[in-house]
Nanobody, 117 residues
Framework: QVQLVESGGGLVQAGGSLRLSCAAS????????MGWYRQALGKQRELVAT???????NYADSVKGRFTISRDDAKNTVYLQMNSLKPEDTAVYYC???????????WGQGTQVTVSS
């Protein structure tokens, strides 16, 4: 089992920045990919960014060049640096961890990001 706790959401004006954190605990040694997803009101949850245990990253087209995902293995934490925020980035952001060997798929509780125009 893996437990994920997000932090860092809040209210920011358009053009501003926020950094989200996701602290992992439990059976973290077998995590292969961690990522951030978001769900806006009335919409489906969508991929924002992922990072593998080898450091490879992947981004949604809508956030490329503005968001950066990174990880600190010593702290068992994944970050999402969000710059040049837009009102359409408003959503609940969820941290995700996947374990390929066990088909484990874990989610955090989510953190609200609101970007005002």
């Amino acid at each position: 089992q893996v437990q994920l706790v997000e932090s860092g959401g809040g209210l920011v004006q358009a053009g501003g920045s926020l950094r989200l954190s996701c602290a992992a605990s439990g059976s973290i040694f077998s995590i292969n990919v961690m990522g951030w997803y978001r769900q806006a009101l009335g919409k489906q949850r969508e991929l924002v960014a992922t990072i593998t245990n080898g450091g490879s990253t992947n981004y949604a087209d809508s956030v490329k060049g503005r968001f950066t995902i990174s990880r600190d293995d010593a702290k068992n934490t994944v970050y999402l640096q969000m710059n040049s925020l837009k009102p359409e980035d408003t959503a609940v952001y969820y941290c995700n961890a996947r374990q390929w060997a066990t088909f484990g798929n874990y989610w955090g509780q989510g953190t609200q990001v609101t970007v005002s125009s």
